[in-house]
């Protein structure tokens, strides 16, 4: 019954928590690093417990294994139908320790990467069909797919441009990447023109959460007391031996459902005054002007709570209401 446990986590840290379920897209580079996979169990685990709807899902990354470990998740959490798209063009990519053997071992439909539709088409239908201002789109990866849907241009969903059709349908953008107040970070690094162009341009509020975030949030060692299994026990085994691991992605995965609702106040405050640069080699910088709808996240406290909060999400077996 660890749902159970987890929903009453999530009800001892957002005791106020009465918003409707967050609509989410989730973008991710599920390859290099195994938080993304944490940050997915998190969110599932979140739309179980009714505080999330997950709208989509996309990988911004070239692997051919990810998208398939990515709709192996998907689908232990029983969400098999969960529209996936992948980045077409362009793209980051490296070895993975853990997605090829996930997307082996695990049950899916999507037989190759090459069969999944283009992600910022996918984000496109998805956002066409909501509400306007209500999506929170989620990168915990690269940010090649979302310049992409900036630069998509009318189609069969929508007469909008992308940039158009972003503004319409989204509320905000919480990005995992950057370093604050300045410093160099892989997912802005890693496709630096790809995030120059989105962060520029995209015409919605954004909150970051940085490097120094989610890097003292350790989480993975409690996975040990999950089935033997689940993807997510397998990958971090795969990844380090069922170690300990920063959990930069799952920040972003909590701040997208819950804001600075809770538990994540006494902990987190914003810096709104001022913009986030990036040059083209990926590099940031926090400047105090202009004054853009930008935000990033600052430590006010230890994070125990949150690590506890994300480390039990993390072990929610689904199926068990
Ligand atoms: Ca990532």
Redesign the pocket.
Known sequence: MRINVFLSCVLAAFAVHAAAREPVIFD???MG?V??VG?AALLHALADAHEAKILATGVCVKNPWSPLCLDAINTYYGRPDLPLGVVKGPAHDRESKYAQKIAEEFPHALKSAGDAPDAAMVYRQVLAAQSDGSVVMVS??QLTNFRNLLKTGPDQYSHLVGTELVKRKVRLWVC?GGRFPEGKEA?LINDGKAAAYAIEHWPTPIVFSGWEIGNEIMTGVGLAAAPPATPIRRAYELYNGLKNRQS??QTAVLFAVFGLEGVLAECWGLHSNGCLHVNEDGSNVWRESPDKEHSYIVKKTPPDKITALIATGMLHVPGKQ
Do not use: H, I, Y
Request: proline share 0%; charged share 40%.
């Open positions: 991710t580079d599920m690093d938080d993304d940050a915990v990866g995992m997912n930069w992605d």
